[in-house]
């Protein structure tokens, strides 16, 4: 069965460094999403993303942040100076193309843990 | 705006015992719902879902009807495994395409 991948699986860097979280989507889909789950707490959407151009982000994800689909199967979440409270698991999820408002099912990564020193 | 409001955990159960984890949602509109099950080391899976009023979702054992008179998915089954032991959490869909989560219930089944 197609899975969501992400890479790494766990990635420690220092505060102020740039970071770039990877994922492959599954491979017919074309919604694309960020979401994250800062420890012990509930999971947020961070930003959808839909031919080419970002749809939908929440007000976590400022001008740090930035998503990109490179080649046609990476979809990447870039943080250019990371900073303490950035430390979290990072999921990406992608759906098939569908009707919007949600009814159809995403699917979600196995997550990337992100520790910032 | 829209949330999702979940029973705290752990629920602590032994296997063969009823589950139920309860989920009431506040949204605009016609939401969908969804609950999704987290393993340990694993990424986020759908269980099971439902997209208008009165729809019962299931899977693996697991139930939820979509109950718009009292906003609520509530999660059932009729008798857990050591298996099901995981994080579940109940989310919502409304008009725009993000998913809103509850905070998670982690479930723990004792043999």
């Known amino acids: 069965e197609p899975e969501v991948t992400q890479t790494p699986s766990h990635q420690v860097t220092q505060m102020g460094q740039e970071v770039i979280l990877r994922c492959v989507p599954i491979?017919?889909?074309?919604?694309f999403y960020w979401y994250r789950q800062i420890l012990g707490q509930k999971v947020e959407f961070l930003v959808s993303f839909y031919n080419n151009e970002i749809s939908e982000k929440s007000e976590i994800f400022d001008d740090q942040f930035s998503v990109e689909r490179p080649d046609g199967s990476n979809f990447t979440l870039k943080i250019r100076s990371t900073k303490l409270e950035d430390s979290a698991m990072y999921f990406c999820?992608?759906?098939?193309?569908?009707?919007?408002?949600?009814?159809?099912?995403?699917?979600f990564g196995p997550g990337t843990r992100l520790t910032v020193l | 705006g829209d949330s999702v409001t979940q029973m705290e955990g752990p629920v602590t159960l032994s296997e063969e015992a009823f589950l139920t984890i309860n989920c009431t949602y506040t949204a605009t509109g016609y939401p969908s719902l969804f609950w999704y099950v987290q393993y340990p080391g694993e990424g986020l899976q759908l269980l099971l879902k439902?997209?208008?009023?009165?729809d019962k979702g299931s899977n693996k054992g697991f139930e939820a009807t979509y109950r718009k008179e009292t906003t609520s998915f509530h999660l059932e089954k009729g008798s857990v495994q050591v298996s099901d032991s995981a994080v579940y959490f109940c989310a919502l869909s409304s008009n725009t395409d993000k998913l809103i989560f509850g905070t998670g219930t982690r479930l723990q089944v004792f043999p």
């Open positions: 491979s017919n889909h074309l919604y």
């Open positions: 999820a992608s759906r098939p193309w569908g009707l919007a408002g949600g009814t159809d099912t995403q699917y």
């Open positions: 439902a997209t208008k009023a009165d």
